[in-house]
């Protein structure tokens, strides 16, 4: 009794000794010497994030003036649809689809190449083609319609989300997801990026970092795709439990093989 007693202790502090091993895989941003909010850190983050627009975007652009009818013919609005029984649908703001070339097909100016510039330099860039047609300085809004980013892999739901302040790091991204799962890797997530021309890349990301918050990679572009890949553990148990299934499969056929030739020969 007392070796089984002992035999269950050991494999229980084995276990607990594996768990607390392995917690140093799961916290995310690591810091040994509690540095994270030092003052060398803090100065690294004065430059403010902000999106560029790329090909394939969609846009609303908005103008306005003291004068309405000075800026309506560039307030361009998609019309509800009406039948002889109803109306369906309100009138929205026209979208603007930006081209490969990085242009848009704009009201009455017609292309403007909006490709690469963020918001505020897309903005002051209309506004400043609008001079020739608007006497008071208008106000110009660029927004986009389509920013969206997607999770897949070991969190909790993975999905496809549509941001709307166009600004999103790989924490939000994952807290949208409902986070990762304890099997997922933390020191290797992966982020899928196509840029302005078509080219893609795989970017590495170790969260386990107390760094990766500096990181030019932090905050995610329109349309990443981010991937959390199990860990080692979570592969083993899936290869195991396939194998498994395959063993009891065969026991199941070879036993009913057995059973049928046994009232054969009854």
């Keep these: 009794m007392k070796k089984l007693f002992y035999l269950l202790l050991t494999s229980l502090l084995g276990v607990f000794l594996i768990s607390c091993g392995s917690s140093k895989n799961v916290a995310y941003l690591q810091d040994d010497n509690d540095s994270l909010f030092n003052e ?9 994030y902000d999106a560029h627009i790329m090909p394939k975007d969609l846009l609303t652009i908005t103008v306005t003036a003291t004068e309405p009818e000075a800026v309506r013919p560039f307030n361009l609005v998609t019309p509800s649809y009406t039948s002889s029984i109803a109306t369906y649908g309100q009138p929205q703001l026209q979208t603007y689809l930006v081209d490969n070339g990085g242009y848009v097909n704009f009201p009455v100016i017609g292309q403007i190449s909006l490709g690469g510039l963020t918001k505020n330099q897309a903005e002051e860039k209309i506004k400043g083609l609008l001079r020739d047609y608007i006497k ?30 166009e600004k999103v790091n790989i924490f939000e991204a994952l807290a949208m997801a409902g986070d990762m799962t304890i099997w997922g890797r933390r020191d290797n997530v992966k982020i899928i990026r ?19 918050i500096f990181s030019d990679d932090f905050y995610l572009q329109q349309n990443d795709v981010v991937y959390v890949e199990p860990n080692k553990v979570k592969a083993q148990n899936s290869e195991i439990g396939q194998a498994t299934s395959l063993w009891i499969s065969g026991a199941s056929i070879l036993i009913s093989i057995a059973g049928l030739v046994v009232n054969i020969l009854r």
Excluded: C, H, W
Excluded at 40 to 48: D, E, L, W
Excluded at 194 to 212: Q, T
């Design 40 to 48: 060398a850190y803090i100065s690294q983050t004065q430059v403010m």
């Design 136 to 165: 008071d300085v208008p106000i110009v809004t660029v927004q986009f319609v389509n920013y969206k980013i997607s999770v897949v892999g070991e969190v909790a739901r993975p999905n496809t989300f549509t941001i709307v302040n």
């Design 194 to 212: 196509e840029d302005a021309v078509g080219n893609k890349r795989i970017i590495k990301i170790n969260l386990n970092d107390k760094n990766v």
